[in-house]
């Protein structure tokens, strides 16, 4: 880099490469959302076959390739923009210093050089002479600058002290340039894609090495920007997010997806683009490493004789391999099926009128963590926010997105017209064993806050012209939490349902921060769960949802066990639609209706 070429740089011409990258990305988004949520949809409904899965197969690459150059062009349009805003800061440095020159009275030559007039008065009896400085290497060189300060003060004229301050001042801007140039350059030429048809793991796995990449390099670019609200209130991410230029808000999708994901109250058209982007860049980068790994031998198991008896053991090639590679193998393994169940869920959109699903909330580390919605909540009538209880994981969370699948099958259905949105919200790490964890507290009290964050980012983002109906679900040890949410928080819910609780952590349905009357509880036939937690969780004897003296409504069941209140076309699932959808006159009680009298004397949901 020199002066010449810095002179003629527009960092404008950059910009407008900058956006015809976002308006392709904005184009194959479109493309994308067309294939996933029109197209695919309506081929599934309309014809069937092996013909009609070929063509879904196909058009479910298609969106995956349209969502690479989605994600890829937004990073190459960010990178252009930082490139250009780096460049533009030192062509202004540049510009400001040969103009103060010329003002001096200065002449800047075409190498940076500065050449300065003789003195105006005399010194000793003689006018001193003008003359011709160059830059100086003073800014990184201290020897440099004290020399330079030296001569400064011994120079007769005070011209030349004017001239090397320019000079400086030009050979800063330069270095500032060269120096940008040079660290663009491997970013940008990273961007470009391999010359095949077929985007691969790889081709994801490298989209996160281009993030970091861009994300390292634009750093100045990305500190110009309103910073997101250390505080982390959702009302605060929204408005910081609404006050973003179209340009700032792709720079952060592009470059900082994860933490974009994370914040209540955004979007959630905005969290949903954010954390897919996480989502099939963690695909691919645990599946590379899962192939990467030996499979684990096939002759696992051995006996030997001991006191007489055969043993059933692990042979020692399996023990070998098992200390070497299974607690990675057994992680890459659950969470890979964990993120092909979330893809599942996308591929059912418009299967029986399912609406588009959204992903609000993902990671992979440790156990994992998802919150998959049902429909835009931004948008919708009504809000159920289901929390899942003990040993969910992220390779669990395929039967807790079903759950929420058949609830919005009938609450839609008992919807009267209106909009519903139910959400799967593994915001937390839950307890991995009933026996070892499930009988601690902690795990509700630590996840509450981030609970309780998550329904008033809700309330932030929602679009509609009125309040939605929002409904919070508790299965199993998921109602403790919400218990530790109501105590220790502000539950910004109008209704609570628990099914199978085990304890809340409050004594009674009046300390759960919402209306009176509006607490239901769902206690299966056959389910040991709510007894066992009377115990364990709550200590010896306390009261539970299903007693009488919490104050619950006891909404009738017909399921059976643990995990069946969710079961298709059952009571205990109908009586949580109609909670959802603002009709508890309508909920069927136990027989035995206790204090709360015959349900159209209850004051209900609005």
């Given at each position: 880099m020199d002066i010449a070429t810095l002179k003629a740089l527009k960092p404008s011409e950059f910009e407008e490469a900058a956006d015809g990258y976002r308006a392709t990305s904005d184009m194959a988004s479109?493309?994308?959302?067309?294939?996933?949520?029109?197209?695919?949809?309506?081929?599934?409904?309309?014809?069937?076959?092996?013909?009609?899965?070929?063509?879904?197969?196909?058009?479910?690459?298609?969106g995956k390739d349209f969502h690479y150059i989605q994600t890829e062009c937004a990073l190459a349009s960010t990178a252009l923009n930082g490139f250009?805003?780096?460049?533009?800061?030192?062509?202004?440095?540049?510009e400001a210093a040969m103009e103060d020159a010329t003002a001096a009275g200065c002449a800047v030559g075409p190498d940076g050089s500065v050449s300065f007039p003789a003195g105006s008065e005399e010194v000793d009896g003689k006018v001193p002479e003008g003359g011709t400085v160059s830059p100086s290497t003073s800014a990184t060189d201290p020897t440099s600058a004290a020399m330079e300060r030296q001569a400064i003060n011994m120079h007769p004229n005070p011209n030349f002290g004017k001239a090397i301050g320019f000079a400086n001042r030009i050979g800063d801007a330069v270095r500032e340039a060269t120096e940008a140039d040079a660290k663009w350059a491997p970013k940008l030429r990273a961007l470009k894609a391999d010359d095949d048809l077929k985007v691969s793991d790889k081709d994801w796995s490298?989209?996160?090495?281009?993030?970091?990449?861009?994300?390292?390099?634009?750093?100045?670019?990305?500190d110009s920007f309103p910073?997101?609200?250390?505080?982390?209130?959702?009302?605060?991410?929204?408005?910081?997010?609404?006050?973003?230029?179209?340009?700032?808000?792709?720079?952060?999708?592009?470059?900082?997806?994860?933490?974009?994901?994370?914040?209540?109250?955004?979007?959630?058209t905005v969290r949903d683009e954010a954390n897919r982007i996480v989502l099939d860049e963690t695909r691919a980068r645990y599946q590379l490493q899962f192939d990467s790994i030996p499979k684990p031998p096939t002759n696992e198991w051995t006996y030997i004789a001991s006191n007489?008896?055969?043993?059933?053991?692990?042979?020692?090639?399996?023990?070998?391999?098992?200390?070497?590679?299974?607690?990675?193998?057994?992680?890459?393994?659950?969470?890979?099926?964990?993120?092909q169940a979330i893809q599942d869920r996308f591929d059912k959109t418009g299967e029986r009128g399912l609406p588009e699903a959204y992903l609000l909330g993902f990671s992979a580390d440790d156990d994992g963590r998802a919150i998959v919605a049902n429909g835009n909540p931004d948008t919708a009538d009504h809000q159920a926010v289901y929390v899942p209880g003990t040993t969910s994981d992220l390779n669990s969370i395929g039967g807790n997105i079903n759950r929420m699948v058949n609830l919005w099958d009938v609450a839609h259905a008992k919807s009267g017209g209106q909009t519903v949105s139910t959400i799967t919200w593994l915001g937390y790490d839950a307890p991995d064993e009933v026996a070892k964890d499930a009988r601690h507290?902690?795990?509700?009290?630590?996840?509450?806050?981030?609970?309780?964050n998550f329904l008033d980012g809700l309330e932030?983002?929602?679009?509609?012209?009125?309040?939605?109906?929002?409904?919070?679900?508790?299965?199993s040890y998921g109602s403790s939490l919400i218990g530790a949410a109501?105590?220790?928080?502000?539950?910004?819910?109008?209704?609570?349902?628990?099914?199978?609780?085990?304890?809340?952590?409050?004594?009674?349905?009046?300390?759960?921060?919402?209306?009176?009357?509006?607490?239901?509880?769902?206690?299966?036939?056959?389910?040991?769960?709510p007894e066992l937690g009377r115990y364990f969780l709550g200590g010896d004897g306390s009261i539970i949802p299903s007693d009488p003296d919490f104050g619950a409504h006891q909404m009738a069941t017909d399921t059976h066990g643990h995990g069946g209140y969710w079961d298709p076309h059952s009571k205990s699932l109908l009586n949580q639609g109609l909670v959802v959808v603002g009709k508890g006159d309508d909920v069927e009680l136990k027989p035995s209706y206790g204090t709360f009298g015959p349900p159209g004397s209850w004051d209900h949901v609005k």
């Open positions: 479109t493309a994308k959302e067309a294939i996933e949520n029109k197209i695919t949809p309506s081929l599934r409904n309309q014809l069937d076959g092996k013909a009609m899965e070929a063509a879904v197969a196909q058009l479910k690459e298609l250009a805003f780096d460049m533009a800061a030192a062509k202004r440095k540049l490298d989209v996160k090495s281009d993030q970091d990449g861009v994300s390292e390099a634009a750093k100045k670019y990305l910073q997101p609200p250390e505080s982390g209130d959702p009302k605060d991410n929204a408005a910081w997010w609404k006050g973003l230029t179209d340009e700032q808000k792709s720079a952060y999708i592009s470059m900082r997806p994860d933490s974009v994901g994370k914040l209540d109250g955004l979007p959630a007489g008896w055969a043993s059933k053991v692990h042979t020692d090639e399996w023990m070998e391999w098992n200390e070497k590679y299974g607690e990675r193998y057994d992680h890459l393994d659950k969470s890979l099926n964990g993120m507290d902690s795990y509700a009290y630590d996840g509450a806050p981030a609970f309780n932030a983002s929602h679009t509609g012209d009125t309040p939605p109906h929002r409904t919070v679900i508790g299965h109501a105590q220790k928080g502000t539950l910004n819910a109008d209704d609570v349902v628990f099914a199978g609780s085990p304890g809340v952590l409050v004594s009674s349905a009046d300390e759960m921060d919402v209306p009176k009357g509006h607490v239901w509880n769902e206690e299966g036939g056959s389910d040991p769960v």
